[in-house]
C-alpha cells in the first residue's frame, strides 16, 4: 500500500473542520494538493500523506480562514477620522466630505492592500465588500491572494469615480464583465448602497443583473431605527417588505445589517433565501440598534459575522468581532446561553460562506474545497489553559495570535508575517510622520 | 544653566497625560527619576533633561498605565472552563466545584502570576483584585512588580482557605496586617463578596476594619436583576440602598458592577462618595444586564473600568474593554456620541485610579506621580492612518500594540516581553501536552 502524497502537510494540530458533524480532531493533520483540501485525519484515524511540504501546529488550532461578510475595504483610509457623533453628522460632515477629497484610484488601491494585510494578519481568509472604484479594490485583492466577493457601489447620487448616477449600474455591469473568471479568489457581485439611497427601478435592473450573472446581490437595509421610519413614511413599507415587495429577496441577497425587524420580516426573509451580514460593532459604535441574531437564527436564516468598514469599527480583526456578537446577544436576552461559542465559529466560517454564496468552496475544511486554512497559536499566556477551543477562539483568542494563513493553499502569512505583501512598505504609506492628534 | 538629570527619557512620543487639563503633547518627552515621573514637555515647551537612559519613542503613544478596576486574578485558573451556561449552573455546577477541587495555595500562586503576566503585557500597571488565598496572589504580584489593591475574599460560607466563615474578618484582617507597608506596589484592600453572601454584621465589621486602616472596601453590587429581586425580597431594599442604610457607602467603597440602578440609587453613591468599577465584557458574557454607565457618570460618580476574573471575559486586556464599554452605552442610548473616546481611556487611568483609591500615585503622567507608564507602539498595519489617538486607544489597538511597560519607572515590559517573568515556563505550566477539548 503506497501512500497518499500532498503538496502540503499540516500536522499535530488541533483540527476544527466546521463540517456538518462539527468534527474536531485532536493531533490531527490536514493536507493540501493542488490548492485544495486532500484530506484530514488524525494518527489514529488514517495514515498520514507524505507531503513535500511538513507544518508543525503543535499548540495550535487549525481552522478554516475566517469569512468577513462585510465590509468596505478602502474605508481604512478614514479609521478614526471621526468618531463619537451623531450618524448623520459623521455622514455628511465627515465621511461623505473625506470620500469627495480623498477617494481616487490611488487611494482606494492603496487602502485596500493596507484592508487586505490587516484581515489576513488576522485570519480572515476571505471578505465581501462593496466601494467605489471597486475596479482598484479587486486588482489589490488580487495580488495580495486572499478571497473576496466585491461588488461596485451602486447608489443613485454622484459617487467617487460615477459623477453620472444614470451610468452607476452600467458601471457596476462592466465591472461584474471584466471580472468574472478573471482571478482565482475574486468572484464579482452588485452592491445596490441602499433602498433610501437606490430607486425601485435601480435595485430592480441591478438585482436582474446579479440574476443572469447568478451573482451576489449585497444590500445595507434595516440599520438604524429613522431608516425604517422613513421607509414607511416613502413607501409605506419597512425596507425588509419594501424589498420582499419589488422582488429583491432570494437566496442570493445578502441583507446588510438587518438591524429592525419583527418576526414577520424574518419570517420573509428565512422563506425567501435572503442571508444576513451580522456586524455588531458596527451597530454598536453608530448607535444603530441591536439585531435580532438569535431569533434570525431561530427563523432558519442563514447569517454571517462581519467588521464592517474600518471607519466605524474601527478594525477589521473577525475575532473580536465573534466575541462581541455572542456578547451582545448574551446580554440583550439576558441569557449567557444564547450564541454559544460553537454557534459563532461556524458564523464567521461555513455559515459567513454561505452568506456571500462560496460555501462550495471555503468555509469548512472538507475534502474537495479550495485549502482557506488559519493556523492559530495557542501556546500563550492569554490563551492558557485550555479546556474548550471554541470558547477560546471566540472569548480568548485575537487576530493577532494567528500564526499562518492559507488561500487555495497558498501560504499568505507564516510566523505572523506576510509573505505577499511589504507590511513595512504599506504602514509607512498611511504614516505620516508621527502620530498626527486632530483634536 | 545646567540641564536636569533623569534616570531615564522617553522621547519622541506622542505623550496623553490623562490630567486634569487632559494635555496631550506631540513630539514630547517624559523622565523618570528615582521611580517617580520627574517632567514632561517638548522639545518646543522646555529644554529635555539628559538622562542615564534613552528611550525612543518615535511612531508611539506614551500614556499612564491601565487601571483594571475589577478582577479575580487567580482565576485565570478556569479561563473557558464553562461557557454559555445559565449563571446559576455556571456556579454552582462549574465554578464552585473547581474552586472546591483546584484553588489552593499554589495554583492561586501560579495562576496569578499568569494573570499578571497577561496583564502587563497588555499594558496594565494596576489592578484592584480579590479573591481566597489572597496573601499567595499579594506573593505573587509582589514578585512581578506590578501595582495592586488586594483583598483577601470574606463570605459567610466556608472557603478555599477559611473553612470557618466565622473567621472570615480574622483572616482578612491578618492579611491586611501582614501587607500593609510591605511591599511599595501592593496595597491591601477588604473585600466583602456581596450583600447576600454576607450578613449585615460581617459587612459592618469588615467595613469598620477597612475605615481603621482607611483601606477600600470592595463589594460585588446590583450585578444581576435577580439580586436585586432577592435583595427586596429579603432586606426590603434594593442592595444599593440596602448598603447605604447599613452605613457602608463612603468614599472609600468600590462598588461592583453597579448594573441594576436607578436614579435614587446614583444620586445615593454619588452624594456618598463610593465609587464604581464597571465590568462590560464580563456583564454580557453572564448575561448580567447593560450598566447604566453614562448616568452614572452624569450623576457624578466615579466609574473605572475591570475585566472582572477570566471565567467570566475570558482575558484580561483592557483595550478591549475600553471597546466594549464605549460601544455597548452608545448601542444601548442609540447615540453614538455617548462614551467618547476621550472619556474611555480616562475611566481606564486617572479615573480608575481614583476608583481604586489610587489616584495620588498613579493613573495619570504628571510630576511627582510615580512613574507607571506604557508605550503603545501605532506604527502598524491596523493603527494607520491614526488622526486622534484617543480613537486609537479606545477602537483600534489591542494589548498585543503594548511594546513597553513601566511601574514605578522600573521596566517590566520591554519590546513586548516580560522582564521580571519567564513567560515560556509560565504557558507550560498551564499547557497540558497540546490543546485538549473537552466538548
Known sequence: MTRDRADTLIVNGLVITCDSEDTVLENGWVSITGGKIGGIGTDETAETPEAVEIIDANGCIVMPGLVNSHTHLPMSLFRGLAD??????????????????????????????????????????TCCDGYFYEDRVAEAVHTTGMRAVLGQGIIDFPAPGVSDPEKNILHASAFVEKWMGRSDTITPSLF?????????????EAKASAGRHKLLFQIHAAETKDECG??????????????DKIGILDEKTLIVHGVWM??????????????????PESNMKLGSGIAPVWEQLGAGITVGIGTDGCASNNDLDMFLEMDTASKLQKVTKLDPSVMDAGTVVKMATIEGAKAVGLDHMTGSLQPGKEADIIIIDTKQLHLVPMYNPFSHIVYSAKGADVRDVFVSGKRLVKDRSLLTMDAEQIVSKFYNNGPVAIK
Open 192 to 204: 445596490c448602497h441602499s433602498a433610501y439611497t437606490c430607486s425601485e427601478r435601480t435595485l430592480k
Open 84 to 125: 463619537d457623533l451623531p450618524l448623520m453628522e459623521w455622514l455628511n460632515d465627515h465621511m461623505f466630505p473625506a470620500e469627495r477629497t480623498y477617494i481616487n484610484p490611488e487611494s482606494v488601491f492603496s487602502a485596500a492592500l493596507l484592508s487586505c494585510a490587516e484581515m489576513l494578519l488576522s485570519g480572515t481568509t
Open 230 to 243: 422613513q421607509s414607511v413614511a416613502d413607501v409605506g413599507l419597512t425596507p425588509i417588505r419594501y424589498l
Open 262 to 279: 419583527d418576526e414577520e420580516e424574518m419570517t420573509i426573509l428565512s422563506a425567501s433565501g435572503a442571508k444576513v451580514a451580522h456586524c
